[in-house]
C-alpha cells in the first residue's frame, strides 16, 4: 500500500475532496471532525494535506480567503485502487453479515 495511505486522516481527506468536488480546505476539516465526532488540530490537518501535495496526491488552489483543494489524477487512481481493496477484502465479510 502506499505510503499516502498509512494514515488514516489522509486517507479521509481524499475521500472528502472526491466526494465534494473542490472544497475548502476548512470544509474538508469540518467534515472529517463531523465524522469522527471528535476535533482534528490544525497543525496535524494541515501536515496531513502537506503530505498529500507533496505526493502530488492533492493539489490546493485560492480561492479568495480560502484554499480549495482537488484530487489530482494520480490522486483519483491511487483513491479508486484503494476502494478496490476493500471491495476485494470485504466481500467475504459482507456476504457473511
Same mark, same amino acid.
Request: positive net charge; hydrophobic residues 30%.
Given at each position: 500500500?502506499?505510503?499516502?495511505?498509512?494514515?488514516? #486522516?489522509?486517507? $479521509?481527506?481524499?475521500?472528502?475532496?472526491?466526494?465534494?468536488?473542490? &472544497?475548502?480546505?476548512?470544509?474538508?476539516?469540518?467534515? *472529517?471532525?463531523?465524522?469522527? $465526532?471528535?476535533? *482534528?488540530? &490544525?497543525?496535524?490537518?494541515? %501536515?496531513?494535506?502537506?503530505?498529500?501535495?507533496?505526493?502530488? *496526491?492533492?493539489?490546493?488552489? &485560492?480561492? %479568495?480567503?480560502?484554499?480549495?483543494?482537488?484530487?489530482?489524477?494520480? %490522486?483519483?487512481?491511487?483513491?479508486?485502487?484503494?476502494?478496490?481493496?476493500?471491495?476485494?477484502? #470485504?466481500?467475504?465479510?459482507?456476504?457473511?453479515?
Amino acid at each position: 500500500m502506499s505510503k499516502w495511505l498509512q494514515s488514516g #486522516l489522509r486517507r $479521509d481527506v481524499c475521500v472528502v475532496v472526491a466526494s465534494e468536488g473542490d &472544497p475548502t480546505q476548512q470544509s474538508v476539516k469540518r467534515a *472529517i471532525e463531523r465524522k469522527n $465526532d471528535d476535533r *482534528i488540530r &490544525p497543525k496535524r490537518f494541515n %501536515g496531513a494535506v502537506r503530505k498529500l501535495e507533496n505526493a502530488n *496526491i492533492i493539489t490546493r488552489e &485560492p480561492d %479568495g480567503v480560502h484554499d480549495r483543494l482537488l484530487l489530482t489524477d494520480a %490522486g483519483e487512481q491511487r483513491l479508486r485502487e484503494h476502494r478496490e481493496w476493500e471491495r476485494e477484502r #470485504l466481500s467475504d465479510w459482507e456476504d457473511a453479515v
